[in-house]
């Protein structure tokens, strides 16, 4: 019986015990464990740790990219009642202080010599941190085999005290501290129990049965990311074989690779292999590329139930799958049923689409908060919804406050924020509630749909109230827009700072003869300006006039973690950008 994290893998041993349960790409070439293998790795981190005398509770942090030693320390820890603090491997030092400290973590593992070189000064600082090891070796540094070594040579002297404290281990124990990324200040630990956990995973598992013990599930969003976390246990627990990327300039190799059946991923990488085929298509010519965008208009037009879907539109769609969206799944692997995207708002054309190709869309919903999934678009109509994210499972609680908050009850709500009572009464209430901050609307039929981010709802200097991600989200249909920031808080006017698609705009500026010496150029152009005045005029007929953009500025480089423009989790960070363009914004209101 699944209770507890760990459990999954004695579900996998009993169930399917894989030849492959997980493998990873290294330097070009696959690296594969079989279940026994991933067994052995797992007990012997178990043993190590209680060789160098940890105790239940202690915490632990890995700082990783997604690869198998990931789950072998993260069931080692767990089985053995440890709490393991994972951490994005790009946030700042302050952040990797702060959550290292806050966390009282005793030891730390890095993957690689340079995580440890960007870590080495922060484990000095910091006086609860009693050891570093990495996953790479690297010379003169304590190596994670390490630990394993002192397990196998202690293994007869301290399995059975592995095997009690395993049984000690409670469903309600803490499993996971996971500090939020969050968009603004420090992030947050959120305390996630065993039973926080598993139990999403098995509410998630009644969304993906159309995936078969034995499928390949390509992993390459963070394991630091909860949606990616539990999906790792969720395709354990189904029986599927995990395979990690190389990195995320090899995804759409490794999917290729091993025909991959599904992966977890942000709307915004989504968007980026969407763009890349619809690229393909552009560069095609004379009636294959007329066909190509003829196919798109067919799937533009998609609707999952099957009922609205006339005879004369399947025969279209029909041919759009066997001419076009046939070389889309083979781009994919062939083989590719189902994507789960999750993070931020999908755009519904890209759903309508991929269905419309026989790859499942299935977007859903939730916060690291509620570990994660709160609604999820299941395979088949009605609980299917394009524009929406999903349908609320009767063991997960929803309502919606007077304001429009979301509120959500249930067995897979945190425990509170670690060491912090205050915040954690903030986001729960007496009676149980948590409050998620976002705004959306629930029907009879349980599906849910959000409008937006409470926090992030604004209001203009005339008192109406601006929700901007529902306007990004239409502009982002656009070809010619890459990513949008909606602005306008106490201003007399809804505007926006759009990055362009410059491949699109590159494109385009050569037909229409348009030179420009880069993107700087590019964007200052006045013809230029003019075809996104255009374009923007299209897309605000589809909205109200408070939320019409009446201004926009171009900006020439692209937002990223990287560059502090987006959190690790692809969410724009409003408040940053809007200090690094405040000169862009004196100009669209008029302030110089």
């Known amino acids: 019986m699944v209770t507890r994290t760990f459990d999954v893998l004695s579900n996998a041993e009993k169930k399917f015990n894989h030849d492959i349960a997980l493998a990873v790409k ?32 202690d915490k632990v942090a890995i700082v990783t990219n997604n690869r198998p030693e990931w789950n072998f320390l993260e069931t080692g820890l767990s089985q053995i009642g440890c709490v393991q603090v994972t951490i994005y491997p790009t946030i700042s030092e302050t952040e990797y202080r702060h959550i290292l400290s806050h966390s009282e973590s005793k030891l730390l593992f890095v993957a690689s010599e340079a995580l440890y070189h960007k870590l080495k000064p922060v484990f000095d600082d910091t006086p609860n941190l009693m050891e570093i090891y990495t996953i790479d070796e690297v010379d003169g540094v304590k190596n994670w085999k390490e630990i394993q070594q002192l397990g196998e040579s202690k293994e007869s002297e301290l399995r059975p005290l592995l095997e009690k404290r395993r049984d000690e281990v409670q469903p309600d124990d803490l499993s996971t501290l996971i500090y939020t990324s969050g968009t603004t200040g420090l992030s947050k630990g959120v305390m996630l129990t065993h039973n926080n956990i598993v139990s999403n995973v098995k509410l998630a598992d009644e969304f993906i049965q159309y995936l078969k013990p034995g499928d390949r599930a390509l992993s390459f969003l963070p394991l630091s990311h909860i949606l990616e976390r539990t999906g790792n246990y969720l395709w354990q627990y189904h029986g599927l074989q995990i395979y990690y990327a190389e990195n995320i300039e090899t995804i759409g190799d490794d999917m290729r690779d091993i025909k991959a059946n599904t992966f977890i991923t942000v709307p915004r990488v989504f968007e980026k292999v969407y763009d890349k085929i619809v690229n393909k298509g552009r560069e095609l010519k004379g009636i294959k590329k007329s066909l190509f965008f003829w196919a798109l208009e067919v799937g533009d037009k998609f609707n999952p139930d099957p009922s609205k879907r006339s005879a004369f539109y399947n025969f279209k769609l029909a041919i759009a799958n066997k001419l076009i969206f046939s070389k889309w799944r083979e781009a994919l692997g062939g083989e590719l049923k189902g994507v789960i995207a999750g993070g931020a708002a999908l755009q519904p054309r890209l759903a309508r689409v991929f269905w419309a190709a026989k790859i499942f869309v299935q977007e859903g919903y939730g916060l690291t908060e509620t570990s994660p999934l709160v609604a999820a678009n299941n395979v088949y109509h009605p609980y299917v919804r394009f524009g929406w994210v999903g349908y609320v499972p009767d063991s997960v609680q929803v309502k919606i406050a007077e304001d429009g908050e979301i509120l959500v009850k249930g067995e897979n709500v945190m425990k509170g924020y670690f060491k912090d009572p205050e915040k954690t009464k903030e986001a729960i209430d007496a009676e149980g509630w948590f409050h998620t901050g976002d705004i959306g609307e629930i029907d009879e039929g349980r599906m849910l749909r959000i409008t937006d981010r409470k926090k992030e709802i604004f209001k203009l200097s005339g008192g109406k109230y601006v929700a901007p991600q529902q306007v990004e989200n239409i502009f982002k249909e656009s070809m010619f827009i890459e990513q949008i920031m909606v602005v306008g808080e106490n201003e007399k006017h809804t505007a926006a700072l759009i990055v362009p698609d410059f491949k699109f705009l590159t494109d385009w500026c050569k037909i229409h003869h348009v030179e420009a010496a880069d993107y700087k150029e590019m964007v200052s152009n006045q013809k230029v300006i003019a075809r996104y005045e255009r374009e923007v005029e299209k897309f605000n007929s589809e909205l109200n006039k408070v939320m019409k953009v009446k201004k926009f500025k171009l900006v020439c480089e692209d937002w990223s973690p990287d560059n502090g423009f987006l959190s690790p989790t692809q969410k724009l960070k409003r408040k940053v950008i809007l200090a690094n363009y405040k000169h862009l914004l004196d100009e669209i209101y008029e302030k110089n």
């Open 26 to 57: 290294r330097e070009g070439k696959w690296e594969t464990f079989s279940t026994k293998e991933y067994r052995k790795n797992a007990d012997l981190i178990s043993l190590g740790l209680l060789a160098s005398g940890l105790e239940k509770g």
